[in-house]
């Protein structure tokens, strides 16, 4: 793990209060929860949740009868993750993406990385790793947090010096969620490839939430905007100023599934 990574000891409450307590974190579990089953062949198999955090997507996949192992850095994102899976079956590990090899090496038939790579000082030696973890034929879900979102979002705000500039990655000094390493759908595609993964299928969570001037929408504006969100989110030209992209991946060789 690189000094430079960002570790959220001490921001768990920030974590449950600002997004998971808010419509913009129930759009994205809503979202998670109709693409990936249509997106994965989701068969039982074992699964390592890569930075898990406070553990929704270990609680997602051990409801569905995957044996789950959730990697998380940060000790106290663990324990909520631990009193969020209750008596599920998980195996729960604090460790960083980079010890995996050693702590989680598999190999996987699934694995599930969301919104971690942008906290990561070498989000392209986190994907080598990720591939080298995956089973021939196994399956990822990498969720990344999209730079030409936050671009677009930082020139609707006003912030056109900073958007010009291309100062958009967060310090990760602060508590301020903005990461330090978002990434291009260009970058990423590259760097999947070069790692030997194929893509299969991409979309935007959250393609239109973002942007609209009333973030905490009442219960009917927030059921049209699920639906738009449901509709476009793997169309073009919308998913790509989704504020997260969703790609589902396969590593060659093998039976996807299995």
Known sequence: MSAEDRIFDGLADKFADSLYGKPRGALRLALLDALLPRTLHLA????????????QMSVWLAERGHPVTLAEPSAEMLARARESLGCRRATLLQAPLQALPERAPGPWPLIVCHAVLEWLAEPREAIRILADLLAPGGQLSLMVFNRD??????????NLTKALD????????????????????TEVVAWLAEAGLVVEHVAGIRVFHDYLREREPDATTLAQLLELEHRYCDVEPHWRLGRYLLYSVTKPGGSTGE
């Open 149 to 158: 979102a936050l671009r677009f979002s930082n020139i609707i705000k006003g």
């Open 44 to 55: 039982g198999q074992p699964a390592l949740d890569v930075g898990g955090g406070l553990g």
């Open 166 to 185: 291309d100062r958009l990655a967060g310090t990760g000094k602060r508590r301020r969620l903005t990461p330090i390493s978002p990434l291009t759908h």
